[in-house]
T-cell receptor, first 113, second 114 residues
């Protein structure tokens, strides 16, 4: 049972435009959400996170939006750059003293120059 | 500050053998988690350690085990290797187990079972 879903396996965007990556979850116990960027054969790199008590968090070109009622979050990258091309994973944590992450299946973002 | 260090980076083993992977967390971090990444299953949680105690375990067979030492370094062991154990094994480091904290990953160990 996939508790965190990224329904778009891939996304192609022009340089300078906005990239929007989406993530849905089913477990209402999830309280904290994270986005990671990953290159092949490397570990994921942390990008941005959001707590369930917020609906938006910004860090430079990256903004994460959380719609708790819809169990949906999205990552916006503005403006997109060719170096952003990678696989993006969303991940979720349940409340409590744990660092266990449940990952989505990833979206491959290709930013075209 | 040094990041998460995983050794070795690459490993080739034969079916039936066992393997031990090592992870040194970021200095000051006391929580270590392990994940397996395969093309078919994505990133899956293996186990989590804090203060030398396993706090959480994923849905993997008993052939997968781990431990954490007093200096927070962690090892994971896979016994009786199967072809399906070929994967990228990732270690993540956090300050401690709590909700609003990020995990930082090492570069992983690529295990190939032949």
């Amino acid at each position: 049972d996939q508790q965190v879903k990224q329904n778009s396996p891939s996304l192609s965007v022009q340089e300078g435009r906005i990239s929007i990556l989406n993530c849905d979850y089913t477990n209402s116990m999830f309280d904290y959400f994270l986005w990671y960027k990953k290159y092949p054969a490397e570990g994921p790199t942390f990008l941005i996170s959001i707590s369930s008590i917020k609906d938006k968090n910004e860090d430079g070109r990256f903004t994460v939006f959380l719609n708790k009622s819809a169990k949906h979050l999205s990552l916006h990258i503005v403006p997109s750059q060719p170096g952003d091309s990678a696989v993006y994973f969303c991940a979720a944590k349940e409340g409590g003293a744990t660092n266990k992450l449940i990952f989505g299946t990833g979206t491959l973002l290709a930013v075209q120059p | 500050k040094a990041g998460v260090t995983q050794t070795p980076r690459y490993l080739i083993k034969t079916r039936g053998q066992q393997v031990t992977l090592s992870c040194s967390p970021i200095s000051g971090h006391r929580s270590v988690s392990w994940y397996q990444q395969t093309p078919g299953q994505g990133l899956q949680f293996l186990f989590e350690y804090f203060s030398e105690t396993q706090r959480n375990k994923g849905n993997f067979p008993g052939r997968f085990s781990g431990r954490q030492f007093s200096n927070s370094r962690s090892e994971m062991n896979v016994s009786t290797l199967e072809l399906g154990d070929s994967a990228l094994y990732l270690c993540a480091s956090s300050f401690r187990p709590q909700l609003n904290t990020e995990a930082f990953f090492g570069q992983g160990t690529r295990l190939t079972v032949v």
